[in-house]
């Protein structure tokens, strides 16, 4: 009996360890909230001190989005494809409440029968901020 509770204190342990996301995986969900234009994920996955400016560029992003429907084009969120599949993310370092995350690699999107795919080397500043990872501008 007393190695089973051991046993499953190791197990649940390792559980909540896979749970809590590092600054790479949260940099990750950062840059997919973004793809998929989902403002309330973005806002939620940005530090504090950064979310005025995300919600100033999520307005002037939203006003651009719009720009079609005015000129007549039927132009929606299902024909914008986007993958950041072939990005990676690695930390370059880290300390207890702050990482400089690397992301390079290709950031893939099509609109309509447009494709591109776009070269992306940059470092992202993730903040720990009420237990979570969060992005905070570029260092």
């Not at 909230?33 to 504090?48: H, K, P």
């Not at 919600?55 to 939203?62: D, F, P, T």
């Not at 494809?81 to 099509?110: M, P, R, W, Y």
Request: with cysteine; charged share 15%; glycine share 6%.
């Amino acid at each position: 009996m007393k190695h089973t509770a051991r046993l499953l204190y190791i197990v649940v342990a390792l559980v909540l360890a896979g749970c809590s996301a590092g600054p790479a995986s949260a940099a990750r969900e950062w840059y997919k909230a973004n793809l998929e234009m989902n403002g309330s994920a973005i806002l939620a996955r940005t530090c504090q001190a950064q979310q005025l400016a995300v919600q100033e560029a999520g307005l002037l992003v939203s006003a651009i989005m719009l720009m079609p429907q005015m000129l007549g084009i039927d132009l929606g969120m299902d024909d914008i494809n986007s993958s950041l599949s072939n990005l990676k993310f690695h930390v370059v370092s880290s300390t207890d409440t702050q990482a400089i995350v690397q992301v390079t690699g290709e950031l893939e999107f099509a609109v309509l029968a447009f494709a591109q795919q776009v070269p992306v080397s940059e470092r992202a500043l993730m903040v720990k901020e009420d237990g979570q990872w969060k992005w905070c501008g570029l260092p």
